[in-house]
């Protein structure tokens, strides 16, 4: 193929966003991923749940990255997620100490998934989220959503976003505490629940 076939479409190679998976856990992955907050920090919250595709299976094999805000609402302007050794150039993963904002997580073989990360803190008019996107199998472009946590009922009817939602669709976007700093928040492909899904322009 010469440089001059390139210019159509037909003859463009793919690139990962527009083939289908899965192939995520080869390369995207890294240890300690689902860990953003440092360790033993007292605003440590666990979110947790379910990727379902159409048909309401589980998905084995996608891929989530999550990053927010710390508590006071600030993005995190640490390096550290994927530290390498200079030395050896080995992969050093987190320090444990400073807060980096950014995971990513593969779910597991019944397509569950968890984050630990700090509670998130309110950024302008929003009331505060966790921004999410969704790899999976079959998806040839990733998906965008947000996590709101229910803690803060004035904030959430507040939302710019979640105030032009209906009931049913604002529901898919909050998740439900289950005490003790953990909460569960299912990730719906498509069909019935589905996740509202958000565009950028």
């Known amino acids: 193929m010469t440089k001059s076939d390139t210019g159509r479409p037909q003859d463009v190679l793919p690139t990962p966003s527009h083939t289908v998976g899965p192939f995520y856990g080869y390369a995207l992955p890294f240890r300690g991923g689902e860990d953003i907050a440092p360790a033993g920090h007292p605003d440590t919250v ?3 749940g379910y990727v379902y595709d159409g048909a309401g299976d589980p998905v084995p094999d996608a891929l989530l990255e999550v990053w927010g805000p710390d508590p006071e609402g600030d993005l995190a302007t640490a390096d550290g997620s994927m530290r ?8 050093l993963g987190r320090n444990g100490v400073e807060f980096t904002g950014f995971g990513r997580i593969q779910t597991d073989a019944d397509g569950h998934w968890y984050v630990r990360t700090l509670r998130p803190g309110a950024r302008g008019r929003h009331a505060p989220y966790l921004s999410v996107c969704v790899f999976a199998r079959g998806l040839l472009t990733h998906l965008f959503t947000r996590i ?4 803060d009922e004035a904030a959430l009817a507040a939302d710019p976003l979640l105030s032009r939602l209906g009931d049913d669709r604002r529901a898919t976007l909050i998740a439900v505490a289950e005490g003790r700093g953990t909460y569960r928040f299912d990730i719906r492909l498509q069909g019935e629940g589905e996740t509202v899904f958000l565009e950028f322009r």
Do not use: E, I, K, M
Not at 84 to 91: E, I, K, L, N, Q
Not at 148 to 151: F, G, I, S, T
């Open 84 to 91: 390498r050794d200079p030395a050896s150039g080995g992969f």
């Open 46 to 48: 666990t979110v947790h």
């Open 148 to 151: 709101h946590l229910p803690d």
